[in-house]
């Protein structure tokens, strides 16, 4: 695994050098356990930015266990899991001014912002759509662009802050900027709005949420089902017009994570719309395996390509 040196100390810091590697390690141990497809999507990348993209993910999986159950089932009322949420907040604003968490897990994410330059202006909403979630159980179309912005849009910035960073990222000019950003954003959202549509019996009959305007989860039929998945699609491809603007590995791990999710998204449409308020719908390893190989196909030389296909040496 490759170790991202903090700002600023010298490199014979053994110890600070050795705390920062295992809070890296301790963040990819994360997304390993709880995203099987970020973490495919990862190994496509270069070491230096897979150790990024895993400890941002690891600050936002801390921060989405907080409002989604766990501080609950440890026992915490609603004013103690907000004040655990305003808590790791403001531990992570700390962390990315003086570089150092005394959370392994923060720690990661800071070492990553101070060295793709992503600030508190990506933090921010992330932390705003966290805390709505501790006090909006029903969004309009206005609330629900603004949780989608905050808690999925810019974590696509933020990936996309690490693969600009790449030393073979394409030099973009200010139009190409916004189209890798709207790219960005479309991809986070559309990754949410996946994650409710097959989370919908939990969110709505376990935590009391509705995410969709003007759509009741006790009389969800097939042309609710039909709308939100038409607007998955639309999402994910405004996602895969900006694959161009990213260094190759970028690209790859992009496409991986892009074509799971819309081999999701197809699975969500071809199930029938009660069987989403029972059964949680996922793509099996199998077919994650054959999507990834189709994937690295394309990219590959004609040598490597050719030994993917014959499995052989």
Not at 100 to 110: I, L
Not at 123 to 151: K, N, Q, V, W
Not at 275 to 291: C, D, F, M, N
Request: aromatic share 6%; charged share 20%; hydrophobic share 45%.
């Amino acid at each position: 695994m490759n170790l991202i040196k903090p700002r600023g100390i010298a490199p014979q810091a053994p110890a600070l050098q050795r705390y920062s590697l295992t809070a890296q390690r301790s963040a990819k141990v994360l997304l390993e356990q709880y995203s099987t497809s970020f973490s495919l999507a990862c190994r496509l990348l270069d070491a230096a930015s897979a150790t990024h993209i895993a400890n941002i993910y690891a600050l936002v999986r801390l921060a989405d266990e907080i409002v989604d159950g766990v501080a609950q089932q440890a026992g915490l009322d609603a004013g103690d899991i907000a004040a655990c949420l305003d808590d790791l907040e403001a531990e992570t604003r700390r962390a990315m001014q003086r570089g150092y968490s005394t959370n392994m897990v923060v720690h990661a994410f800071a070492l990553s912002a101070r060295a793709t330059g992503i600030g508190t202006e990506l933090t921010t909403p992330f932390f705003c759509s966290m805390r709505a979630d501790l006090t909006t159980s029903t969004h309009d179309a206005h609330s629900l662009e603004h949780y989608i912005y905050g808690s999925a849009e810019v974590i696509g910035l933020m990936c996309l802050q690490v693969f600009r960073a790449i030393d073979s990222a394409p030099e973009l000019r200010p139009e190409q900027v916004e189209q890798a950003q709207r790219s960005a954003r479309s991809l986070g959202a559309a990754f949410q709005k996946v994650n409710f549509l097959r989370d919908l019996a939990q969110d709505s009959l376990d935590l009391g949420r509705a995410y969709f305007p003007g759509i009741d989860a006790r009389d969800f039929g097939e042309a609710d089902k039909a709308l939100l998945v038409q607007q998955i699609d639309a999402d994910l491809a405004t996602a895969r017009s900006g694959l161009e603007l990213l260094a190759p590995p970028a690209a790859r791990a992009v496409r991986l994570a892009h074509d799971l999710f819309r081999e999701l998204n197809r699975q969500l449409a071809a199930a029938p719309a009660k069987e989403l308020l029972r059964t949680r719908i996922s793509v099996s390893t199998g077919r994650k395996a054959l999507i990834a190989a189709r994937v690295l196909v394309p990219w590959a030389g004609p040598r490597e390509a050719k030994t993917q296909a014959g499995g052989g040496k």
